[in-house]
């Protein structure tokens, strides 16, 4: 599974390279007032899509330690629950077993 994650990866840092190789152009933003912004198109594509997905990214590790907190806190009161009954006894008493005369 290491060698998956891996290879995934590699290859999406190829991409990565091979756009931003290809794209190298000046791109000019107007930020606000007289603010202007000249950039490499692969630099504005990469932060935005990050800017994007950062969001999303901390929600998603919001949910995994909140559950993970419930569950942790489920397996303590499921550990020290007691049974309410006695375990069951061994086979020998089954009804089937009759060593009476």
Avoid: C
């Amino acid at each position: 599974m290491q060698f998956l994650k891996t290879a995934f990866w590699v290859v999406l840092a190829v991409v990565i390279a091979l756009f931003s190789y290809n794209n190298w152009t000046p791109v000019t933003i107007r930020l606000w007032g007289d603010l202007w912004l000249e950039t490499p198109l692969p630099v504005l594509v990469i932060i935005s899509f990050l800017a994007g997905s950062l969001p999303l990214w901390v929600l998603h590790r919001i949910s995994r330690w909140s559950m993970g907190r419930k569950l942790d806190s489920a397996e303590r009161a499921l550990a020290s629950v007691k049974p309410a009954y006695p375990p069951p006894s061994p086979a020998s008493d089954s009804p089937g077993d009759t060593d009476h005369p």
